[in-house]
């Protein structure tokens, strides 16, 4: 029989993926969806409200399978979820976590929700401050396109006016509490702005999905697709238009090439039956996430492409970039000491947040290039995270304890990392996973601007605690492990020139005219703002110009 040939496969279904999936079935081509994990079901896999006391290990997971974790997340709420079985390795000298979600949907039924788009400041960065290189397309472009994704997804804040975080279109915020009007005050003693959030969590009705209904289980799935992720959005869609096929535990290998040395499909691995198989399309968007996605294209060798497909200039799997992450201050308001405790951690993580204010009118205000933003938090979670920093024992501690509830606040910071030679992704030439596939090797030091940025916050977000009023107590003497922000970008960079990077201005490799990139790899860098928003616009971007490429004949089959 002939072998099938798809109009497009795409492999991953988080944020690009799931976007990638969807828009290409609503133009009617007909795809492939290749998924490395399984698909989850709410009532079975997320949390459901149930509360630690009532699993058998209080909600951490066996300790047996907390040793292996590879990831930070790996819990009883979301057993089984998150990626053990394939590793990866650290050259020396690099520490890095990676924590995988391979479920249908990735890691977008558990992320922050924080949507803020990229700026002017972030794409022309270069030009304002003589590091690296401008992003080869402008805010203006993206701009029509971000658009469309708030209003596809339903994103909470406010019209904020700040030319270095652009307005978007967004639904009621989220209100504040009162630690964040007591942060707000100090905040503006200091100068140092702080505002709701851009959150893709919805408050009011939006698209068929219902608004939160405040539980603060975000991180271990909604059970009711109240904030954005493909499973919910996306997938129900795509699935509609007659014009998907979606295989799980199907773990992308490599991609395969023709005579030309065009993309022809994916080999990958079912891991349900351990037999390698191979599909056929033709076009090809890999969109498994920025390392992953390096790394897929690393393995794909071929007479044509000895050094990976699509890797003429070399460039894949370089300039790997990641937010640092880390706890700047924490304390507690003496003023809301002794307050009735009440459930007020509504959405399990920020809804402020403090958008860079560093270095908008001159690059070089500060010691150090660029900016960060942070994120304020506190309130009665679920737990009280402060309990180890409470002297006392018995009574007395169990007293001071339900006194400091509603009190404590904690600032985090998300700093991003520059472009370097020295940070990269490439394959292990020693060790492979237990389907015989060289596995991805990770070097990452943090620069010396972003450490500055670190130490810059640790200052800041003490000032402005003191300014509201709080008492510090801490500042991390550590940043959080690269890899724990989940927000790596750079591998496979986007920009004019062949010779330096992998695709052009619209994710489209530029070696291989029928491969597409449609995650974070394509990033030139990461900024103060999360990556979600922007890989969904983008990807929205790619699929558009991908289908124009289709309606032109250009991929079609010889």
């Known amino acids: 029989m002939p072998k099938q040939i798809y109009d497009v496969i795409v492999i991953g279904t988080g944020a690009g993926g799931g976007m990638a999936i969807k828009t290409l079935c609503d133009a009617g081509l007909k795809v492939c969806a290749l998924n490395a994990g399984r698909r989850l079901d709410p009532e079975k896999d997320f949390r459901n409200h149930r509360m630690p006391w009532e699993?058998?290990?209080?909600?951490?997971?066996?300790?047996?399978?907390?040793?292996?974790?590879?990831?930070?997340?790996?819990?009883?709420?979301?057993?089984?979820?998150?990626?053990?079985?394939?590793?990866?390795?650290?050259?020396?000298?690099?520490?890095?976590?990676?924590?995988?979600?391979?479920?249908?949907?990735?890691?977008?039924?558990?992320?922050?929700?924080?949507?803020?788009?990229?700026?002017?400041?972030?794409?022309?960065?270069?030009?304002?401050?003589?590091?690296?290189?401008?992003?080869?397309?402008?805010?203006?472009?993206?701009?029509?396109?971000?658009?469309?994704?708030?209003?596809?997804?339903?994103?909470?804040?406010?019209?904020?006016?700040?030319?270095?975080?652009?307005?978007?279109?967004?639904?009621?915020?989220?209100?504040?509490?009162?630690?964040?009007?007591?942060?707000?005050?100090?905040?503006?003693?200091?100068?140092?702005?702080?505002?709701?959030?851009?959150?893709?969590?919805?408050?009011?009705?939006?698209?068929?999905?219902?608004?939160?209904?405040?539980?603060?289980?975000?991180?271990?799935?909604?059970?009711?697709?109240?904030?954005?992720?493909?499973?919910?959005?996306?997938?129900?869609?795509?699935?509609?238009?007659?014009?998907?096929?979606?295989?799980?535990?199907?773990?992308?290998?490599?991609?395969?090439?023709?005579?030309?040395?065009?993309?022809?499909?994916?080999?990958?691995?079912?891991?349900?039956?351990?037999?390698?198989?191979?599909?056929?399309?033709?076009?090809?968007?890999?969109?498994?996430?920025?390392?992953?996605?390096?790394?897929?294209?690393?393995?794909?060798?071929?007479?044509?492409?000895?050094?990976?497909?699509?890797?003429?200039?070399?460039?894949?799997?370089?300039?790997l970039c990641d937010h640092l992450y880390g706890e700047s201050a924490s304390g507690y308001l003496p003023q809301l000491l002794g307050q009735p405790s009440f459930p007020d951690h509504v959405s399990d993580t920020t809804i402020a947040w403090m958008p860079r204010w560093q270095n908008l009118n001159s690059p070089h205000e500060e010691n150090f290039i660029r900016g960060y933003s942070v994120y304020p938090d506190g309130g009665c979670t679920e737990f009280p995270w402060y309990a180890t920093r409470v002297e006392g024992f018995g009574s007395s501690f169990k007293r001071e304890m339900r006194r400091r509830y509603p009190a404590p606040v904690s600032f985090g910071v998300q700093a991003p990392s520059l472009p370097s030679k020295t940070n990269y992704v490439d394959l292990d030439p020693e060790v492979k996973d237990k389907y015989g596939i060289p596995v991805a090797r990770l070097h990452f030091q943090w620069d010396e601007n972003v450490l500055k940025m670190w130490e810059h916050s640790k200052e800041a977000c003490s000032a402005l605690l003191r300014a509201a009023g709080g008492e510090v107590e801490k500042s991390s003497d550590h940043p959080e492990i690269p890899g724990f922000s989940l927000h790596e970008t750079g591998t496979c960079r986007m920009g004019n020139d062949p010779k330096h990077f992998v695709t052009n201005r619209f994710g489209q490799a530029h070696d291989v005219p029928n491969l597409y990139l449609c995650d974070a790899s394509v990033f030139l860098n990461c900024t103060d703002k999360t990556t979600t928003l922007s890989i969904l616009a983008f990807a929205l971007r790619t699929c558009d110009y991908m289908i124009e490429n289709f309606r032109r004949g250009e991929h079609r089959s010889d």
């Open 55 to 319: 699993m058998k290990y209080r909600g951490f997971g066996d300790p047996k399978r907390r040793e292996i974790s590879y990831g930070y997340m790996d819990n009883e709420y979301t057993e089984g979820v998150w990626e053990h079985e394939i590793g990866f390795t650290t050259a020396s000298g690099t520490k890095w976590m990676w924590p995988r979600c391979f479920a249908v949907g990735g890691k977008t039924s558990f992320w922050g929700r924080s949507s803020a788009r990229f700026g002017d400041i972030d794409f022309r960065a270069a030009s304002l401050d003589g590091y690296d290189v401008d992003c080869p397309l402008t805010y203006e472009e993206i701009a029509p396109y971000y658009t469309r994704v708030e209003k596809m997804i339903g994103v909470a804040s406010t019209v904020q006016n700040r030319p270095s975080n652009p307005d978007g279109s967004y639904l009621p915020p989220f209100h504040f509490r009162c630690l964040d009007r007591i942060l707000e005050t100090g905040a503006s003693k200091v100068s140092i702005p702080y505002l709701p959030d851009r959150i893709a969590q919805l408050t009011v009705e939006h698209e068929g999905h219902p608004p939160c209904h405040f539980c603060g289980n975000c991180t271990t799935g909604c059970d009711v697709g109240a904030f954005f992720s493909t499973p919910w959005f996306f997938l129900p869609k795509a699935e509609a238009t007659k014009n998907l096929e979606l295989r799980t535990d199907a773990l992308a290998k490599n991609i395969l090439v023709d005579e030309n040395g065009r993309a022809s499909g994916v080999a990958y691995v079912d891991r349900k039956t351990k037999q390698e198989v191979e599909v056929h399309a033709r076009a090809i968007v890999v969109a498994a996430s920025c390392v992953e996605s390096a790394k897929i294209l690393l393995n794909s060798k071929s007479r044509h492409w000895p050094e990976g497909v699509a890797n003429s200039s070399g460039q894949v799997g370089r300039n």
